[in-house]
Nanobody, 115 residues
Framework: VQLQASGGGLVEPGGSLRLSCTAS?????????VDWHRQAPGQQRELVAS???????NYVDSVKGRFTISRDNAENTVYLQMNNLKPEDTAVYYC?????????WGQGTLVTVSS
């Protein structure tokens, strides 16, 4: 199983981006949970948002009301819609997939929020 994260880029404060995390390979995607993490320069990796196989979601307090995690099982993809972005959201964003006792990580995608 492989994960491909995409959608990062440069955006001005107040702007929006949508990140995608797509799984490929032999997997029943609908049974997985998926997390988005981020790591800013010089800081530890932080769990940003999670979505379970049943669609329940959780967010770190700093992004509540601004970020939305969702999934499209037909496309084997989880999205992270990020609105009202702030400079402190600048980081490399990573997704990981958890299924049964396995965890798979994707590569990161860089989000830069700057004017």
């Amino acid at each position: 199983v492989q994960l491909q994260a995409s959608g990062g880029g440069l955006v001005e404060p107040g702007g929006s981006l949508r990140l995608s995390c797509t799984a490929s390979g032999r997997i029943i995607f609908s049974r997985s949970a998926v997390d988005w993490h981020r790591q800013a320069p010089g800081q530890q990796r932080e769990l940003v948002a999670s979505i379970t196989s049943s669609g329940s979601t959780n967010y770190v307090d700093s992004v509540k009301g601004r970020f939305t995690i969702s999934r499209d099982n037909a496309e084997n993809t989880v999205y992270l819609q990020m609105n009202n972005l702030k400079p402190e959201d600048t980081a490399v964003y990573y997704c990981n997939l958890r299924i049964y006792r396995s965890t798979v990580w994707g590569q990161g995608t860089l989000v830069t929020v700057s004017s």
